[in-house]
């Protein structure tokens, strides 16, 4: 489990009781729920949250699950009784808070130092073939990096995105994917980064 900006990212289902509703503190949280209230006196004061099945434009509490093919779109700092809160949205092409998962088969494209109140937001879509993607953006199987741009994405550094095919130089950071391995090298290439020509293996 990792913890980023108080979003815990890939949360383990418990055994809660399956129809959620207001648990004690420390309670597991079951698969496909989120919590998106908190009672400080609940509980005979331990406190409790409230558990509710997850669905696309709901604000939930710092430190709920973020369900598997969800991505978060915006903070209210003062949420959930001044805990904080996000907003939690089916993956679709559109900007993301920092700290939000990255859905498989999707790039990052563009980056905002101030989004997402002030954490920084990045721009979340589907990879394609023959686009920007910022540094740290993931690279999708079966696509390579071809070009870079030291300051791209607001100055953090891009990197071209491109199905794979044999004769195409790439950049050296890029993965080889199954079937292709690499031949020449220019040093030179790739803005200077480097670039290897790809080939079939």
Do not use: E
């Amino acid at each position: 489990m990792t913890l980023l900006a108080g979003l815990v990212v890939g949360a383990t289902a418990g055994t809660a009781s399956a129809a959620g509703g207001w648990t004690c503190d420390g309670a597991p949280v079951p698969a496909g729920y989120v919590i998106t209230a908190r009672d400080r006196n609940g509980c005979n004061g331990a406190g409790a949250w409230l558990q509710v099945p997850v669905r696309d434009g709901i604000w939930t509490c710092a430190g709920s699950p973020i369900v598997k093919g969800y991505v978060i779109t915006g903070h209210q700092p003062n949420g959930c009784d001044g805990l904080g809160a996000w907003y939690h949205r089916v993956a679709h092409d559109g900007w993301t808070c920092a700290g939000s998962p990255i859905v498989s088969g999707y790039v990052i494209t563009g980056y905002q130092p101030t989004g997402c109140a002030g954490i920084g937001s990045w721009f979340h879509r589907v990879a394609s073939d023959g686009i920007w993607t910022c540094a740290g953006s993931p690279v999708v199987s079966g696509y390579v990096s071809t070009n870079y741009n030291r300051n791209g994405c607001n100055g953090i550094g891009a990197w071209y995105h491109r199905v794979a095919k044999a004769g195409m130089w790439i950049c050296s950071v890029s993965p080889i994917p199954p079937g292709y391995r690499v031949t020449s090298y220019s040093p030179g290439g790739c803005d200077g980064a480097g670039a290897s020509q790809l080939a079939r293996a």
